[in-house]
């Protein structure tokens, strides 16, 4: 099974900094077709994930231009330019390239 | 619009059995495949069941291999999931999620999510 490992699995913000979130695939996520299947996920309390970027750097409609997915092969980041306090909750990476699906451990962030 | 409604969580005895249901709307749901991921309070998420969607092929977490059986019925945009020998660990809320879909080299990947139900194993 590809592990996937987030690091920090928690982060204290300052509204208005920037925050970053690194997601590391224990094998390559690349598909025959040339996509990459990483995922990032947000949930806030009590609510159900919401799908924020896919294919590493793509936004979900809605999804504001302050979120940004980076990186190649198993080393992602996902970035978010200037926090607000909306984004506080728990994010999650995961992999979509084979059965079984796997997710990072989930990286809680709070607002300081 | 799509929506996954999720059903059939309850209180239960450990060794207990359990049925889980998902109707489904707003898309082809016989083209897509389907995965159920489970997370613990206060835990994270944990993928633990998906069917592709003609039902022919089903995989499992290694946690809940041989306890779980997921299962669709295309007719009704349904899915389950069949839960044995329940276990304290099992105590979860249990989401359906609309897992993929591809034409060519363009796929729809992990975009949906229900609300949720939420099974309990306690004596």
């Known amino acids: 099974d590809i592990v996937m490992t987030q690091s920090p699995l928690s982060l204290s913000v300052t509204l208005g900094q920037p925050a970053s979130i690194s997601c590391r695939s224990s094998?390559?996520?690349?598909?025959?077709?040339?996509?990459?299947?990483l995922i990032w996920f947000h949930q806030r309390p009590g609510q159900s994930p919401r799908r924020l970027i896919y294919?590493?750097?793509n936004r979900d409609s809605g999804v504001p231009d302050r979120f940004s997915g980076s990186g190649s092969g198993t080393d992602f980041t996902l970035k978010i330019s200037r926090v607000e306090a909306e984004d506080v909750g728990v994010y999650y990476c995961?992999?979509?390239?084979?059965?079984?699906?796997?997710f990072g451990q989930g990286t809680k962030v709070e607002i300081k | 619009e799509v929506q996954l409604l999720e059903s059939g969580g309850a209180l239960v005895q450990p060794g207990g059995s359990l049925r889980l249901s998902c109707a489904a709307s707003?898309?082809?749901?016989?083209?897509?495949?389907m995965s159920w991921v489970r997370q613990a309070p206060g835990k994270g998420l944990e993928w633990v069941s998906g069917?592709?969607?003609?039902?022919?092929?089903?995989f499992y977490a290694d946690s809940v291999k041989g306890r779980i059986t997921i299962s669709r019925d295309n007719s009704k945009s349904t899915l389950y999931l069949q839960i044995n020998s329940l276990r304290a660990e099992d105590t979860a809320v249990y989401y359906c999620?609309?897992?993929?879909?591809?034409?060519?080299?363009?796929?729809?990947?992990?975009?949906?999510w229900g609300q949720g139900t939420l099974v309990t194993v306690s004596s």
């Open positions: 294919e590493i750097s």
């Open positions: 995961m992999q979509a390239i084979e059965w079984p699906r796997t």
């Open positions: 999620v609309k897992d993929y879909y591809c034409t060519g080299s363009i796929c729809s990947l992990i975009d949906y």
């Open positions: 094998q390559r996520l690349v598909h025959n077709n040339g996509n990459t299947y």
């Open positions: 069917i592709t969607g003609n039902g022919i092929n089903t």
């Open positions: 707003g898309f082809t749901f016989s083209n897509y495949a």
